[in-house]
């Protein structure tokens, strides 16, 4: 997910966090997430501010789509159109395919120089 989403941010609006760092525990934390659940994308709205909002499963694919622009706002905002409790379903249906449908890479990925500045932990 994060490759790619480094590849389609084309105005440089996201940045990322391991789910497992400091950052990304105490963000979890504030609005009461599990940090154990790994195997979720997470997006943390409006950071700082005094509506930060934490958004989960299909609702962040959703609102990082928004932020890609183009042809991914348009999809994103279709999305949302579909009722939250079928777009969680089909967003555990592809987290738990992941691998058969993106594939596995054996290791984590290192961010090439370009992209380190958007990863907050590193």
Known sequence: MVQFLLKHDQNDRLRFASLQSD????????????????DTVQVLENYGEPNEQLLGRSDAILRAGKELGGIWKALA????????PLRNIFYRFVARNRYSIFGKFETCMLPEPRHRKKFLDM
């Open 23 to 38: 950052f990304a525990a105490k963000a979890l934390a504030r609005h009461g997430a599990d940090a154990k659940d790994l």
């Open 77 to 84: 905002t279709l999305g949302k159109l579909v009722p939250k």
